[in-house]
Nanobody, 115 residues
Framework: QVQVVESGGGLVQAGGSLRLSCAASGSIFRIVAMGWYRQAPGKQRELVARIGSGGITNYADSVKDRFTISRDNAKNTVSLQMNSLKPEDTGVYYC?????????WGQGTQVTVSS
């Protein structure tokens, strides 16, 4: 059984910052990549940022230069530092873990950016 637990969401004013954290535990075997997705009301879930085991990252164009993803391979954790937040960043943020055994999702954490 695999557990993926996110933390760090909340309400922030535009221009502010939040940091999301995610920890994966259980029978994960080897993690290939970890990432963050978000889903705004009425929209599809979209990739925000992802980091591979070698540290290679990719970001959605809308968050480049504002968000930074980082990972601790030894602890199976991933974090997302979000700066200069905009109202359009509002949504439920989900942690995603891709391992050699499968793909796992967290329960999601709400991020709300007020204008």
């Amino acid at each position: 059984q695999v557990q993926v637990v996110e933390s760090g969401g909340g309400l922030v004013q535009a221009g502010g910052s939040l940091r999301l954290s995610c920890a994966a535990s259980g029978s994960i075997f080897r993690i290939v990549a970890m990432g963050w997705y978000r889903q705004a009301p009425g929209k599809q879930r979209e990739l925000v940022a992802r980091i591979g085991s070698g540290g290679i990252t990719n970001y959605a164009d809308s968050v480049k230069d504002r968000f930074t993803i980082s990972r601790d391979n030894a602890k199976n954790t991933v974090s997302l530092q979000m700066n200069s937040l905009k109202p359009e960043d509002t949504g439920v943020y989900y942690c995603n873990v891709l391992s050699e055994l499968g793909t796992y999702w967290g329960q999601g954490t709400q991020v709300t950016v007020s204008s």
